[in-house]
């Protein structure tokens, strides 16, 4: 595959552009106090409820009944109104898409491919993009400290490769370990195109990616382009849970925010940016685990556009053990607390860029505290309520009810996305058990940022020979 | 029994698990992760970075002007290689059996004898009289159908 050429080694320095803003220091301590300042008002709260209820004409028993109905009717107030919101956005969105086709450009661009330890899938990610069909790119892998084969694998790929409609420089950066982040960076650093197209080294890209992508940025607003993530190691109980959960739970939500083209997290898989956009926002950031997030977050604040291409598509491996999938999860969860809590003062400052950031910040906010400790309760009441009052037909209609809901929703995106129609059956179980899984694993996550107990990035075994 | 409790306590029974799993595999991650960790190295301000890249491509993709290399030491090349005496004479192998000294060579002067290379008999005609040599087809060229 190689073709004869002769390598120029150079020396450069790497600066870790950014420097964290993140107060590490006693953060643990200022929360801890919070927790047991908000605990003892609750306990302070629970006493006064109980000494002065017998003032009242209520019983215990009757104000733990009708506080729980009103609980469960708010969740399924929420819950409808969020699904029927990305439903009709969404919609909305492909609608848009479908009727609206943007002119195509090809700028030159970039990809950055950082790696860390790939070395079993390295080759099939870099023949996926030789396979673009786009004649304008070049390739830029940073080894970021890999301790396998990988260095070995990442140079038998530096050269002047075939691509398919022209020759494709691909350059190899090998450096210390210093994080993704810095990895991405460092290939920024590097590039000189005016568009650069971020991905993770165990993803490949579908042909068309750069094609699609860079017909948004004749918009000279839109600073990045978020592309699609799909599972590719399918065929297993896990893995394709999670694959109708890219589908239903994710590209809904970002299609969505596409409308109001405020997407909150270009996916560390794929995303394509101007080079501009980047600059403004001060690059990637290595304060928090979710760099996708925070640097998304940075380029809304700097006012630029994010917009959602669904042809765009990155086929990604998933976890395929429970142990990973609670490891990644742990980690995003996390990192994007960490992300909001940097972004946190813009959301009701006059600095804000527009009442669309605030919504946002204020969603992603729901979606990663508020959400998950609801659908907890929810299902700790049905436990409580079955052992206790015994078991009844409505625990049966509460997931029937939630059951039908995710059906449609599935439907709805697996026929929008043309996706199996085989992983509909999986939305049976969806919201009962592998939400749950998720949301246990999210608010435990949260209680762990809140306490400031340190982290460490997971990595997560690769798979080698994955087709999409 | 009726289908609905039936299912329900299905639906239980799932739900119970499914925390207890959760819980578990969690705990679990936690205990690996407590036993793999090691104390991290202080992080430097600069790091050093190696690229190895190839040479600018000819032609297709001249868009990213790619910064050539800056820090390579001059080589001195001369413009037409001169071994010693010493290096020349130490690269012959001397005569031998299985290195026999060259021959003269002697030109023919580009004529070469020739020897009959065709056989005359290697493209016959199929007649009514069986294979025959073309030169002796007497009909040949005349009409066959009438």
């Known amino acids: 595959m190689a073709e004869e050429s002769k390598d120029l080694r150079k020396e450069i320095r790497v600066f870790p552009f950014p420097k964290g803003e993140g107060k590490e220091n006693n953060s643990s301590e200022k929360y801890l106090r919070r927790i047991i300042i908000s605990g003892t008002l609750s306990i302070i709260l629970i006493l006064v409820i109980y000494f002065t209820l017998p003032l009242t004409i209520l019983s215990i028993s009757s104000l733990i009944e009708y506080s729980v109905m009103v609980a469960l009717l708010m969740f399924m107030l929420v819950l409808l109104i969020r699904y029927f919101s990305l439903l009709i956005l969404s919609y909305l969105n492909n609608n848009e898409y479908t009727f609206i086709n943007p002119p195509e450009i090809n700028p030159f661009v970039s990809i950055i491919v950082p790696i860390y330890n790939e070395d079993k899938v390295l080759k099939d990610s870099v023949e996926s993009l030789l396979n673009l069909d786009y004649d304008n790119f070049e390739i830029i892998m940073i080894n970021d400290g890999s301790t396998d084969n990988t260095r070995e694998v990442a140079e038998s790929l530096v050269g002047i490769q075939r691509g398919k409609y022209s020759d494709v420089k691909v350059t190899l950066i090998n450096k210390q370990n210093a994080g993704k982040a810095i990895a991405l960076n460092t290939g920024i650093a590097v590039s000189q195109a005016d568009f650069v197209l971020c991905m ?57 925010q596409s409308y109001i083209r405020l997407v909150n997290i270009i996916p560390g898989p794929i995303g394509v940016f101007r080079k501009k956009a980047l600059q403004s926002a001060g690059f990637y950031s290595d304060d928090t685990f979710a760099e996708d997030a925070d640097l998304t977050l940075k380029i809304m604040a700097a006012g630029w556009k994010v917009y959602y291409e669904p042809l765009a598509i990155s086929y990604t491996q998933a976890p395929s053990t429970l142990q990973q999938l609670i490891k990644q999860r742990y980690r995003w969860t996390r990192g994007i607390l960490q992300s909001i809590r940097k972004h946190k003062k813009l959301i009701f400052s006059s600095k804000s860029p527009s009442i669309g950031y605030t919504f946002i910040i204020l969603f992603m906010i729901y979606e990663a505290l508020i959400w998950p400790v609801m659908n907890i309760a929810t299902n700790m009441f049905f436990i409580f309520a079955a052992i206790y009052f015994g078991i009844s037909s409505l625990l049966f209609y ?30 049976i179980i969806y919201r009962m058990v592998f939400i749950l899984i998720i949301d246990i694993s999210k608010a435990m996550s949260t209680i762990e940022e809140f306490l400031g107990i340190k982290m460490t990035w997971g990595k997560l075994e690769r798979q080698a020979n994955l087709t999409a | ?129 069986g294979y025959v040599p073309p030169s002796s087809d007497k009909k040949s060229g005349t009409a066959k159908w009438k």
């Open chain 2, 1 to 129: 029994m009726e289908l609905i409790p039936i299912l329900s306590m299905i639906i239980l029974v799932a739900t119970i698990s499914t925390f207890i799993l959760a819980i578990g595999s969690y705990v679990l991650y936690k205990v690996r992760e407590r036993k793999a960790q090691v104390s991290a190295a202080p992080r430097p301000a600069v790091y050093q970075a190696e690229v190895i890249s190839p040479v600018a491509l000819s032609g297709e993709i001249q868009t990213a002007q790619f910064q050539p290399y800056t820090d390579v030491r001059p080589v001195q090349m001369q413009e037409t290689y001169s071994p010693s005496a010493e290096h020349q004479f130490a690269q012959e192998p001397a005569p031998s059996v299985y290195n026999p000294q060259p021959r003269q060579f002697t030109s023919t002067g580009g004529q070469r004898q020739r020897g009959k290379t065709t056989d005359e008999n290697k493209y016959l005609k199929y007649t009514s009289e």
């Open chain 1, 200 to 256: 993770d080294s165990d993803s490949k890209l579908s042909p068309n990616t750069l094609k699609v992508a860079m017909r948004h940025f004749n918009d000279p607003k839109v600073g990045a382009v978020a592309g699609n993530v799909k599972v590719l190691n399918r065929k297993k109980f896990l893995t394709d849970l999670q694959a109708l959960e890219y589908i239903e739970g994710l590209n809904m939500a970002r299609a969505a």
């Open chain 1, 398 to 427: 509460w997931w029937a009810g939630l059951a039908i809901l995710d059906l449609v929703a599935a439907l709805y995106c697996i026929a929008v996305e043309k996706e199996e129609f085989r992983l509909i059956w999986y939305a």
